[in-house]
């Protein structure tokens, strides 16, 4: 499997994806909001675009698809929840599909609710674990649930799906904000040596060439999977009057992704 990151230069810092089998050349690009940066990552490694997939409906995935699909004639593949939202979806998907590219390439789709109630990841069980997972998983941090979500979607997508893949799945993201997350994680833990050695190691990286993390960082360096340290439960409580004696793991989530929206 070829996997591509190609990073838009744009304000909101977006990532899109190239996912190709080597054998055929053929090619899903995921999110493709700047399709000439796409078009030619694709024509540099002689790659054939032949599918597109929307993780979700906000304008910054979908708003390339038009021009992707003229230049290509790619099928679009979407959450079978977005098609309206999307327009000219040719494939709905849902929990557990499979999505072939090419021979030896195979993606299963996760109904992953929470940053919009529509929303996929893809993972790749192959012999490179990979998760593409557009805003629902950031490094070193979760999606925000703005515009369509909801914070308990997002909380059981996390405890129900995501932290249940194995340590070795690499994590791609719909943009780069791992510094921020990691100021965030450090925020909330100061005691976190895993998360201040990442930062002072990316801060200033160059996101053409991003550091990719595993679940294994992402359990060390997340407040999002690390809802049981007493560090942050702590904190919070300090902080925050309503937080209970003995918090449930949705209330620290909860409590986090609130805090981070004005982060």
Known sequence: MII???????????????????????????????????????AEQDLNITKILNTHEHWDHID?????????????????????????V???????????????????????????????????????????????????GAGNCHNGGNPDDLYDTFSEQLDLLPDNVRVYPGHDYIVNNLEFTLDREPSNVEARKMLEKLRGQDPHDAYITTMADERRINSFFRLNNPDIIQKLQNENAEISDKPEPREIFKALRQLRNNW
Request: include cysteine; aromatic fraction near 6%; proline fraction near 4%.
């Open 64 to 88: 390339g698809n038009a021009q992707m699909k003229e230049k290509t004639g790619a099928k679009i593949y979407a959450h079978h929840g977005a098609m309206e939202k999307i327009g000219n």
């Open 90 to 140: 040719d494939v709905g998907l849902r929990a557990a599909d499979m999505v072939a590219i090419g021979t030896s390439v195979i993606l299963k789709a996760l109904d992953t609710p929470g940053h919009t109630n529509s929303h996929l990841c893809l993972l790749s069980e192959s012999d490179q674990p990979a998760l593409f997972c557009g805003d629902t998983l950031f490094n070193a």
């Open 4 to 42: 591509l990151q190609i990073y838009a230069d744009n304000p909101l810092r977006n990532f899109h994806y190239l996912i190709a089998c080597p054998q055929t050349r053929d090619t899903m690009v995921i999110d493709p909001l700047d399709v000439g940066k796409c078009l030619d990552a694709a």
